[in-house]
């Protein structure tokens, strides 16, 4: 395990939640492995009130949680379980190196949240079937863009040996079919149906989703209501989801099926 001088977990190695988890069991460790009693005592109670500021149930399930759980806690349960795991080591801690380790672990968290690596306890789950989907491209972006780009590299070949089929064949009938009248011709000519691309959402609590299938940084941001209408943007991407732009400006993409055409 790497260090820190005095052998402490580097938070700052941890490249997504389960990892940082991982830290944090080892800084316990590190600790001592204090009982969650002793933790709970050593972190004092919550501000203007008796309720404990690092409850044993708390470190408990932030401890269990299975592998695959990209939730971390919120900044406050990090601060609390970082100082206790110090003063446990050493009740004669510095303040300045406990500020210090504090911010640390506090600001790693806080990446790993940013650069879509984990979520928030509060924040809302991907509602889409294809979750696991999305969160192994959010971890796995440069392979999930290279094979992104060979599945279209495939699709574009078979579009153009399919056009050489198909153009093949149609000079085929061109030369042994009569011409079309040149009213018929006008008249097929304006027969085509523009694309739609005013939609509805037909469904309660539709959330907008980023470039990656994953959810907005802000939740208030992401949800539309039943019954608001949106505009596509842009085609769907490997989910299936599409980009559209929501009444009130706001950018992101949903899954279709959940969108009734309004053209």
């Excluded at 080892?26 to 001592?32: D, K, M, N, P, V």
């Excluded at 599945?151 to 030369?175: T, W, Y």
């Excluded at 941001?221 to 943007?233: A, D, E, K, M, S």
Aim: some cysteine; proline content about 6%.
């Amino acid at each position: 395990m790497s260090g820190q001088g005095d052998g402490r977990p580097n938070p700052t190695e941890a490249r997504n939640a389960h990892q940082f988890r991982e830290k944090l069991k080892a800084l316990r460790g590190w600790a001592g492995q204090p009982s969650l009693r002793k933790m709970e005592k050593l972190a004092g109670s919550r501000a203007n009130s008796t309720t404990p500021a690092l409850s044993k149930s708390t470190v408990g399930q932030l401890l269990n949680r299975k592998e695959d759980d990209d939730r971390l806690p919120n900044k406050e349960i990090v601060a609390n379980f970082v100082r206790a795991c110090m003063l446990c080591r050493d009740g004669n801690t510095a303040q300045e190196l406990l500020t210090h380790e504090v911010e640390q672990w506090v600001s790693v968290r806080g990446t790993l949240v940013d650069a879509g690596k984990a979520r928030l306890e509060d924040e809302p789950p991907p509602q889409e079937s294809g979750n696991p989907l999305a969160r192994w491209i959010r971890q796995h972006k440069g392979l999930a863009w290279a094979s992104a780009g060979l599945l279209a590299l495939f699709i574009v070949a078979g579009v153009f040996v399919a056009g050489l089929m198909f153009s093949g064949r149609g000079a085929e009938k061109a030369g042994s079919s009569t011409s079309m009248p040149a009213d018929n011709r006008a008249a097929s000519s304006n027969a085509s149906v523009p694309a739609c691309d005013s939609y509805e959402v037909r469904a309660q609590d539709l959330w907008l989703r980023d470039e990656y299938g994953g959810p907005m940084k802000d939740p208030a941001h992401g949800q539309l209501r039943q019954g608001q209408r949106v505009t596509v943007q842009r085609e769907a991407n490997g989910l299936g989801q599409i980009e559209v732009k929501a009444d009130d400006g706001r950018v992101g993409r949903v899954d279709p099926r959940y969108l009734e055409p309004k053209c």
